[in-house]
């Protein structure tokens, strides 16, 4: 697990719709709380938020046992394992958490990696703190975990 509890590993996973955002985070998150650490999922939604709705982002990265925020402009929710408590997230979010993955989120200043899609060949140059830009034949899971193995050892 990392080091420093109190500050996760954050990393933001960007791309237009349809690249593969949350099938990718679902994958990491399941792998991470295999070995035993703490992965919180944060989503925004960018219309009605729906939870828990049978093939969703939320209620996918909550099946791969990562505890989930998501939010539109009307709500938010946080749905835990019983890993946080709601004061614990909007503290600081993530206290108590070794890695937080986030979906989208492009125009912030966290490191991201962007996933393109078939026929594109960069990301939008306002794009900024990329990692890495992954193509869809790129071993997408492969190098998310070097990043965040990196990410983590540096805490």
Partial sequence: MGKDANHPAFLAVCGWPRSGKTSLIEQLAAELIAQGHKVLAIKRAAHHLEIDSEGKDTARFYGAGADVFAYDEEQSLLRTHGTAALVDVVQHIGPGYDVVLVEGHKN????????????????????????????????????????????????
């Fill in 108 to 155: 912030t200043s966290l490191p991201k990696v962007w996933l393109l899609r078939d026929g594109e060949d960069a990301p939008p140059e306002s794009v900024t703190g990329l990692r890495t830009v992954l193509p869809p034949d790129a071993d997408r899971l492969g190098e998310l975990r070097r990043i965040l193995g990196e990410m983590l050892a540096g805490r």
